[in-house]
T-cell receptor, first 113, second 116 residues
Framework: RKEVEQDPGPFNVPEGATVAFNCTYS??????FFWYRQDCRKEPKLLMS???SGNEDGRFTAQLNRASQYISLLIRDSKLSDSATYLC??????????????FGTGTLLAVQP | NAGVTQTPKFRVLKTGQSMTLLCAQD?????MYWYRQDPGMGLRLIHY???????AKGEVPDGYNVSRLKKQNFLLGLESAAPSQTSVYFC???????????????FGPGTRLTVL
């Protein structure tokens, strides 16, 4: 299994739809997880952090399933401005240090008018 | 508060030329990172630093060198550029957290490098 794996998409959804992405990870010891948003030709920007079972911020909900080793991102009432690539990131542990993140290749979301 | 800045934004090199990419952060972060991003490959860690004067190799360090002489700056050098180094390069920084914890990384705007 890859360390971090995402469905590349694209996910094409109409405005107002609810869409969910999954991200699977292989390191069962991971304690924190991150969702980043990356617009075309821009840098990744933090969308949400997940440190326990989940996190919610407005229309965005991130959930963690430790048993199955995946995190999900749910976007409700999709807006055109949500169109972007969504990257998940999981810490990599080297000798006890977990300051490095492994990024998935991203899931492309295209919200259609 | 500018966050993380990178210079230059764009650069075209010929094979064999050298160059240095500069990353600067004003958030007093201990950790700094250099990534490259290629289509279908995601972000891959080149080198990183856990503090001033320290550097370490990431996943894809070959062909690159780094230096962190000041806490706020992290330099990435290409001594002899190759077409395979054509990519988008991102710098990032983060705080140090206690052992076992990981903090969010903040990214610069990127440098688009083409090697002919």
């Amino acid at each position: 299994r890859k360390e971090v794996e995402q469905d590349p998409g694209p996910f094409n959804v109409p405005e107002g739809a609810t869409v969910a992405f999954n991200c699977t990870y292989s390191n069962s010891a991971s304690q924190s997880f991150f969702w980043y948003r990356q617009d075309c030709r821009k840098e990744p920007k933090l969308l949400m952090s997940v440190y326990s079972s989940g996190n919610e911020d407005g229309r965005f909900t991130a959930q963690l399933n430790r048993a199955s080793q995946y995190i999900s991102l749910l976007i409700r009432d999709s807006k055109l401005s949500d169109s972007a690539t969504y990257l998940c990131a999981v810490p990599r542990t080297y000798g006890g240090a977990t300051n490095k993140l492994i990024f998935g290749t991203g899931t492309l979301l295209a919200v259609q008018p | 508060n500018a966050g993380v800045t990178q210079t230059p934004k764009f650069r075209v090199l010929k094979t064999g030329q050298s160059m240095t990419l500069l990353c600067a952060q004003d958030m007093n972060h201990e950790y700094m990172y250099w990534y490259r991003q290629d289509p279908g490959m995601g972000l891959r860690l080149i080198h990183y630093s856990v503090g001033e004067g320290t550097t370490a190799k990431g996943e894809v360090p070959d062909g690159y060198n780094v230096s962190r002489l000041k806490k706020q700056n992290f330099l990435l050098g290409l001594e002899s550029a190759a077409p395979s180094q054509t990519s988008v390069y991102f710098c990032a920084s983060s705080y140090y957290l206690k052992q076992g914890a990981t903090d969010t990384q903040y990214f610069g705007p990127g440098t688009r490098l083409t090697v002919l």
